[in-house]
T-cell receptor, first 114, second 112 residues
Framework: AQSVAQPEDQVNVAEGNPLTVKCTYS??????LFWYVQYPNRGLQFLLK??????LVKGSYGFEAEFNKSQTSFHLKKPSALVSDSALYFC????????????FGAGTTVTVRA | DADVTQTPRNRITKTGKRIMLECSQT?????MYWYRQDPGLGLRLIYY???????NKGEISDGYSVSRQAQAKFSLSLESAIPNQTALYFC???????????FGDGTRLSIL
């Protein structure tokens, strides 16, 4: 079975500081990895994905994520956080042999203080 | 206009009632999904459809049914609503499995 763990329910950072949201996964075969962000009263918005290739993936709004196969991790990062980055972040994974099921982590609430 | 539209956005109803949530999309995607979101649990897949004639159960399909009326429309029904089905429901669409899913803004459903 595939699964995703986001070990931190909440992450709090000051504006201008680096932001990291952690994600580890478990799948059979090669993973397809995604990060989504959810703002209040809105659906999930796609930030970035890793399918294959370079382990460092760049996405929307200045976010990036690093795929680490040996540690089965896909942490989301932003060098300089903004107050507007405050939201709920979800990591998701699909196994390479699984064509339909996207498994989501429980989510991490990010609060960026001015 | 939104690419994935869910109606209604909010619904309060009573135990035992039949409820239908609707989803329509203008993205031209073949694949559509229904999820529910509960605090601390992330999103869980209820049903998914790869085309009009292909509908499949997800991990939590009990108590739910779906209908894919057209490529662009996918509705979710609760035949006899119960309080533990109170949740935020999302519809999503996608093309291939290595492409991201696109989500509607959700339906907040409360069952009293």
């Amino acid at each position: 079975a595939q699964s995703v763990a986001q070990p931190e329910d909440q992450v709090n950072v000051a504006e201008g500081n680096p932001l990291t949201v952690k994600c580890t996964y478990s799948v059979s075969g090669n993973p397809y990895l995604f990060w989504y962000v959810q703002y209040p009263n809105r659906g999930l918005q796609f930030l970035l994905k890793y399918i294959t290739g370079d382990n460092l993936v760049k996405g929307s709004y200045g976010f990036e994520a690093e795929f680490n196969k040996s540690q089965t991790s896909f942490h989301l990062k932003k060098p300089s956080a903004l107050v507007s980055d405050s939201a709920l972040y979800f990591c998701a994974v699909r196994g390479g042999s699984n064509d339909y099921k996207l498994s989501f982590g429980a989510g991490t609430t990010v609060t960026v203080r001015a | 206009d939104a690419d994935v539209t869910q109606t209604p956005r909010n619904r309060i109803t009573k135990t035992g009632k039949r409820i239908m949530l609707e989803c329509s999309q203008t993205k031209g995607h073949d694949r559509m999904y229904w999820y529910r979101q509960d605090p601390g649990l992330g999103l869980r897949l209820i049903y998914y459809s790869f085309d009009v004639k292909d509908i499949n159960k997800g991990e939590i399909s009990d108590g739910y049914s779906v209908s894919r009326q057209a490529q662009a429309k996918f509705s979710l029904s609760l035949e006899s609503a119960i309080p533990n089905q109170t949740a935020l429901y999302f519809c999503a669409t996608s093309t291939y499995s290595n492409q991201p899913q696109h989500f509607g803004d959700g339906t907040r459903l409360s069952i009293l």
